[in-house]
Antibody, heavy 120, light 107 residues
Framework: EVQLVESGGGLVQPGGSLRLSCAASGFTFSTYSMNWVRQAPGKGLEWVSYISGSSDTIYYADSVKGRFTISRDNAKNSLYLQMNSLRAEDTAVYYC?????????????WGQGTLVTVSS | DIQMTQSPSSLSASVGDRVTITCRASQSISSYSNWYQQKPGKAPKLLIYAASSLQSGVPSRFSGSGSGTDFALTISSLQPEDFATYYCQQSYSTPWTFGQGTKVEIK
């Protein structure tokens, strides 16, 4: 059974940093690209970042480029999101989502999410 | 960026009703359209990919159609567990973008 479990969310002051983790199980992690998708309270879904299985291809949404860094450790079956210079508008539930093996951009499995609150 | 515009933003329907939600892309995305269902406090769940392919395990009352710029998600006979918010997504080019969502409520 595919499982994705996020952790690392919490309350942080504007300008602060936070590192999110996503522990994957039930599939061969290194062969799948992964994503972070976020959802502000009461709002819709926003794709944040993508990383290929070998980490050789990385994309970011313009809203986080230069502040967030996606990475992965295939030996630990883990995905990460380092978030720096956090702003109030980064407040959201952050989901890790597996990209389909077929590379068609669909997100076929999602974690339960971790809440990040940026506030003083 | 490709904008995805869903309509309606919300709808009220009864159990057994046929429901259709539409999504329009700001440019042609071929068949790179996906649909997700999200229930309150839960993660989204993939229902339809590549415009009309049913994700494994999803009931056959869900179907998708369209290509180019216009897409639709249809629920043939609404069930109590289908009351949720539905999102379309384009996977044609990054940044991948979602529609604003359609909330399906009980009439």
């Amino acid at each position: 059974e595919v499982q994705l479990v996020e952790s690392g969310g919490g309350l942080v002051q504007p300008g602060g940093s936070l590192r999110l983790s996503c522990a994957a199980s039930g599939f061969t992690f290194s062969t799948y690209s992964m994503n972070w998708v976020r959802q502000a309270p009461g709002k819709g879904l926003e794709w944040v970042s993508y990383i290929s299985g070998s980490s050789d291809t990385i994309y970011y949404a313009d809203s986080v480029k230069g502040r967030f860094t996606i990475s992965r450790d295939n030996a630990k079956n883990s995905l990460y999101l380092q978030m720096n210079s956090l702003r109030a508008e980064d407040t959201a539930v952050y989901y890790c989502a597996r990209a389909s093996f077929y590379g068609d951009g669909r997100f076929d499995y999602w974690g339960q999410g971790t809440l990040v609150t940026v506030s003083s | 960026d490709i904008q995805m515009t869903q309509s309606p933003s919300s709808l009220s329907a009864s159990v057994g009703d046929r429901v259709t939600i539409t999504c329009r892309a700001s440019q042609s995305i071929s068949s790179y359209s996906n649909w997700y269902q999200q229930k309150p406090g839960k993660a989204p769940k993939l229902l339809i990919y590549a415009a009309s392919s049913l994700q494994s395990g999803v009931p056959s009352r869900f179907s998708g159609s369209g290509s180019g710029t216009d897409f639709a998600l249809t629920i043939s006979s609404l069930q109590p567990e289908d009351f949720a918010t539905y999102y379309c997504q384009q996977s044609y080019s990054t940044p991948w973008t979602f529609g604003q969502g359609t909330k399906v409520e009980i009439k």
